[in-house]
């Protein structure tokens, strides 16, 4: 089977840094994808990773290791807008497809 | 470009009953996935369509069944529907293996 830990609420301040953190178990590790989503809202993609290190997009970034099977979220410059859902989502490689496994979803609240 | 977009908005429908939801892809993206939200959990993959063929399939019955067609639009269809069957359903396009596009979703609710 396969599974994914993400804590379910992390709360930080306006201008701070947060970090989200993913574990998995699954086999065929394909990568690692992060989705933010808003109450009400659709999943929106934020990051990928298939290999190890970190990618950086503005003030998000994603780290992968797979050798630790664990990745994180790291926001910075907190703002109110990042208030949402965070979900980490594995995608395994199956024949001539990648299946995708999301978490639970990590709720942020970003206080003033 | 567009971005994907879903039909209808928010549907009612009673226990037993037949819905059919329907996805139209971002420009270009010959993908589908389809996935199921309970509300306070993650989407759960229920089929994916490439290229008008189902392409893998998560841990759904088969009264979820899905078309897709050459524009590469795509239908989701569930017949018999149970009261469990009220979620928030999406469907995300995309064209390689990294990022997946959400559509805004059908919110479901059987009575």
């Known amino acids: 089977g396969q599974s994914l830990e993400q804590p379910s609420e992390v709360t930080a301040v306006e201008g701070a840094i947060v970090q989200i953190n993913c574990t998995y178990q699954t086999s065929g590790f394909y990568g690692l994808s992060w989705y933010q989503q808003h109450d009400g809202g659709a999943p929106t993609f934020l990051s990928y990773?298939?290999?190890?290190g970190l990618e950086e997009t503005g003030r998000f970034s994603s780290f992968l290791s797979r050798s630790d099977s664990y990745g994180y979220l790291l926001l910075q410059e907190l703002q109110m807008k990042d208030s949402a859902s965070y979900f980490c989502a594995v995608s395994r490689a199956l024949y001539n497809f990648n299946k995708f496994y999301f978490g639970s979803g990590t709720k942020l609240n970003v206080k003033p | 470009e567009t971005g994907v977009t879903q039909s209808p908005t928010h549907l009612i429908k009673t226990r037993g009953q037949q819905v059919t939801l329907r996805c139209s892809s971002q420009?270009?993206?010959?993908?589908v996935s389809w996935y199921q939200q309970a509300l306070g959990q993650g989407p759960q993959f229920i089929f994916q369509?490439?290229?008008?063929?189902?392409?893998g399939r998560g841990n759904f019955p088969p009264r979820f069944s899905g078309l897709q067609f050459p524009n590469y639009s795509s239908e989701l269809n569930v017949n018999a529907l149970e009261l469990d069957d009220s979620a928030l359903y999406l469907c995300?396009?995309?064209?390689?293996?990294?990022?997946?596009?959400f559509g805004p979703g059908t919110r479901l609710t059987v009575t």
């Open positions: 369509y490439y290229r008008e063929e189902e392409n």
């Open positions: 995300a396009s995309s064209l390689d293996v990294g990022a997946q596009y």
């Open positions: 990773n298939a290999l190890d």
């Open positions: 420009s270009g993206h010959n993908t």
